[in-house]
């Protein structure tokens, strides 16, 4: 049996045991999104996806969306989210879950126990865990696209074997360090150093905004091995902060927002990398890091989707339950406006991130405008869908008592992390002067 068949079955064991409820009502998908089938897939392998790689159908999408939706409505229920977000913890037990259920390893090796379905299925996951909680999601995103995936793009096969079983079986917390105090969209910029030594390397510097930092057991670190090499100086290594003496999670950030998702401020102070964790080519640590960005910003434009479907899933109900002058509020047309334009808006961003994430599984290309674009697209739309819905709610969406509060400050950081809408509206720009760039001359 294929592990796309033992995924669904985990699903479907954890969904027929749960207590169906009123509020899982809601949860049903407005407008489901069904992307054309015109284009005839092309089946093969491309260097981003799995040795022997197919493109799941749309039903076994279908099918994978039904039953990720099944296991938020156990697993990660409103009261789940709500206290994530009010005590700025993450549910410790919710990584083993999330393994058992086979979420954590959608784009890894079937042979490290990953499920090699691709990047609609992880837009997929992503986007219904969202739905649900945008911290949980936050923190899922960072430990499958930017430590699992990379390590599965970029790993050798003895690290491949090493890390991504545990990894994918959710018994350890992945995370990616790349981001300084210092050095945010500016990459190249960053301070951490590493100076080789007998048998590997010794990084000493320090990393700012690291999503699942204070609880990772896998990280992988970019740091400067050639400080005069710029862009070819930067190697990318893996670490394991909690078995190397100089390491330290410095504090743990209190955010706005996507809180539960545990970020903090880590500190590298002699920490000894053996050799063979070097991930890809020594000073080739910016390939890796854009051969992963792209990618990442694609899965993580998801994540809005999941937030405005959210919004709406507060909204629409409350909308047409809520009367005023003996009416249904959802009656009056100015708030019928503002459903629509809610509406229209993430079915406008849900096509978006699944037509490139589709060209990404069937024909193995990625457009790095389009990446940007879909993110730059789906977080802006998600704050203003997010405003909607507490206007829409009046006094309501204004108190802690409505999920309305937590959608909009989840909703914010994607303007923010992984590169904010002004850098990716320069990414845009830049691929637009390099596509041009023979008019110039």
């Known amino acids: 049996m294929s592990n796309k068949s033992l995924l669904f079955r985990a699903l479907l064991r954890s969904a027929t045991t ?54 938020t409505r156990r697993e990660m229920t409103e009261e789940v989210a709500s206290n994530t977000d009010k005590t700025n913890n993450f549910p410790h037990e ?56 990379q390590l599965q793009l970029n790993g050798n096969d003895a690290q491949k074997q090493k890390y991504l079983p545990d990894l994918i079986a959710g018994t350890k917390v992945g995370a990616l360090a790349m981001s300084e105090s210092g050095s945010g969209s500016d990459v190249v910029s960053m301070r951490t150093r590493a100076t080789e030594v007998d048998g590997g390397y010794v990084l000493t510097g320090s990393k700012m905004w690291i999503t699942n930092g204070p609880d ?145 599984d069937e024909h193995g290309i990625i457009r790095t405008q389009d990446c940007a674009g879909a993110i730059l697209y789906a977080a802006e739309r998600a704050t203003e869908c997010a405003l909607d819905c507490i206007q829409i709610l009046g006094g309501m969406g204004y108190t802690e008592e409505m999920p309305a509060s937590r959608i909009l400050r989840d909703a914010k950081l994607y303007e923010i992390g992984a590169g904010t809408s002004e850098v990716r509206r320069m990414v845009i720009g830049r691929a637009f002067n390099k596509e041009y760039a023979h008019l110039s001359n």
Not at 48 to 56: A, I, L, Q, S, V
Not at 120 to 145: N, P, T
């Open 216 to 360: 990772a057991d896998v990280i992988v670190v970019y740091a400067k091995t050639d400080p005069q090499g710029g862009s070819k100086g930067i190697t990318a290594f893996i670490v394991e902060p909690k078995s190397s003496p100089g390491f330290t999670c410095l504090r743990k950030l209190d955010k706005m927002g996507m809180r539960g998702s545990n970020t903090g401020e880590l500190v590298f102070d002699n920490v000894f990398v053996p050799k063979e964790n070097v991930l890809g080519q020594i000073n080739g640590g910016v390939r890796v890091l854009m051969e992963g960005l792209d990618l990442e910003r694609l899965v993580l434009s998801a994540g809005p989707l999941g937030l405005m479907q959210a919004a709406l899933d507060v909204a629409l109900p409350y909308a047409h339950s809520r009367k005023q002058f003996g009416t249904p509020i959802a009656h009056f047309q100015l708030l019928q406006g503002k459903l629509a334009d809610m509406y229209t808006k993430l079915q406008a961003s849900r096509a978006y991130t699944f037509t490139i994430a589709r060209t990404v």
């Open 18 to 71: 749960a207590t169906r409820s009123p509020s899982s009502i809601v949860h049903r998908q407005f407008g489901a999104f069904s992307i054309s089938s015109s284009i005839t897939p092309k089946r093969y392998a491309s260097s981003k996806h799995p040795k022997g790689f197919e493109p799941p159908s749309q039903s076994d999408l279908a099918e994978l969306r039904e039953r990720v939706q099944e296991f």
């Open 94 to 149: 919710m990584w083993a879950k999330l393994g058992d259920a086979g979420l954590l390893g959608i784009t890894a090796d079937e042979e490290v126990g990953g499920l090699g379905m691709g990047y609609q299925a992880h837009c997929i996951v992503m986007e219904e865990l969202s739905r649900a909680s945008g911290s949980i999601a936050l923190s899922y995103a960072a430990h499958s696209q930017l430590c699992v995936n």
